[in-house]
């Protein structure tokens, strides 16, 4: 219950999605697009994927953590005439663990969001970062089942 309480504060509530959207400037070359998204938001965190779509005149820039996509489309905001906004998240950054499971101290920084699911035999970790999910994931799927 405190660990809910904690986690729901300002920042865990706007942090949705781990990719950012900027239309491209009239003129823009589409082939140096994506060279240029990575110099330009590569600063803000690692990088998972960055995708032209041409037909839009856009470049989508997935981060892998949601705090990274953060710090860009606030950096993108602060400029003049720049057309940004988030997209649809990539990646998982849910995990389903039994209810009875233990996580430990180190990893709590990494969770963004706790629920209990409906069934109350798993809670649902929602992690800031991707790749820390995937941990997670790895870490309840070596688990024998006889141990939970």
Known sequence: ???????DDEI???????TIIEGLAE??????????ASYKFGSYGDIMDI?????KRRVMVSFYSVKAAARAFTAAKGRQN?????????GHRSVNVPAEFIIEPDELNCVSAVEDDDSGTCTVLEFFDVRDARRMES?????PQAAL
């Open 1 to 7: 219950m405190a660990l809910t309480k904690m986690l």
């Open 12 to 18: 865990c509530q706007e942090l949705r999605t781990n």
């Open 27 to 36: 003129g823009a070359r589409l082939e140096a697009a994506k060279v240029a």
């Open 51 to 55: 995708e032209v779509e041409e037909d």
């Open 82 to 90: 720049i057309d940004i906004r988030f997209g649809a998240q990539r």
């Open 139 to 143: 870490k309840v799927s070596s688990i």
